[in-house]
Nanobody, 114 residues
Framework: VQLQASGGGLVQPGGSLGLSCAAS????????MGWYRQAPGKQRELVAG???????YYADSVKGRFTLSRDNANNTLYLQMNSLKPEDTAIYSC?????????WGKGTQVTVSS
């Protein structure tokens, strides 16, 4: 199983970016899934995610600005990021739980700078 993340880049403060994370391979029983980020010198944090029973979670720092969604038919997770701030700069990684497996995608850099 592989997760392919895409959509990062450089954007000015106040701008928007969309991330996607597509699962491929022997996919089975996807449970919880989410987007994490890690800024330089900081610990990785959960930005937004779906719990196993489908509830959504957002970190307080992104509530009202980021929107999480998914396409179950295509095993894809999305994160729409609006009103971006310099403090959103980080490497964003997606994660999906499949049974006993915790699968990570390669991170994608998001830089918010003028």
């Amino acid at each position: 199983v592989q997760l392919q993340a895409s959509g990062g880049g450089l954007v000015q403060p106040g701008g928007s970016l969309g991330l996607s994370c597509a699962a491929s391979g022997s996919i089975f029983s996807i449970g919880a899934m989410g987007w994490y980020r890690q800024a330089p010198g900081k610990q990785r944090e959960l930005v937004a995610g779906f719990t196993t029973d489908g509830r959504m979670y957002y970190a307080d720092s992104v509530k009202g600005r980021f929107t999480l969604s998914r396409d179950n038919a295509n095993n894809t997770l999305y994160l729409q990021m609006n009103s971006l701030k310099p403090e959103d700069t980080a490497i964003y990684s997606c994660n999906m739980i499949m049974g006993a497996l915790s699968v990570w995608g390669k991170g994608t850099q998001v830089t918010v700078s003028s």
